[in-house]
């Protein structure tokens, strides 16, 4: 694994926040919904950045954003992984499992709770580290983990 750092999304990460979501979550929505429509997609990223951006961090290597993790707690029992993106050139190096072991190391006894689009083989790897389908929508898998 790489020597990745995390740190606080800053105003300047708008537009790299974006692009990531984008190219990782366009193939999914047009899949679902049909279409990638960037007004549409791009008012609703203004609407999740002005609720996340406390609780989003930039994933770094060597001074580089490579990724963005995004989690909160949601009320005292249950914590919410909202995003977690690692740029295609730095997938499958075991920095989002490493993300993730160290989120559930620091919550060993809060549930965790995450939605994943269905087809997304990210779902593999949050079984491996526990979690379970506990519901489905059309779109997403809903998964927890005890």
Request: overall charge neutral; aromatic content about 16%; hydrophobic content about 40%.
């Amino acid at each position: 694994m790489i020597p990745y750092q995390l740190r606080p999304y800053t105003k300047a990460d708008f537009d790299f926040v974006y692009q990531a979501k984008k190219e990782a979550y366009q193939s999914y929505v047009e899949k679902f919904w049909g279409v990638w429509d960037e007004e549409k997609q791009r008012s609703f990223f203004n609407d999740f950045i002005q609720k996340v951006q406390g609780a989003l961090s930039i994933i770094e290597y060597n001074g580089a954003p490579i990724g963005l993790y995004h989690g909160d707690m949601m009320n005292q029992e249950t914590y919410e992984i909202g995003n977690i993106i690692v740029i295609p050139e730095y997938q499958g190096k075991g920095i989002g499992t490493d993300i993730l072991f160290k989120v559930i190391q620091k919550y060993p006894k809060i549930k965790m709770h995450l939605q994943v689009f269905k087809g997304n083989p990210a779902i593999h790897l949050y079984q491996r580290l526990g979690f379970v389908i506990a519901d489905e929508t059309r779109t997403h898998a809903i998964m927890e983990r005890e």
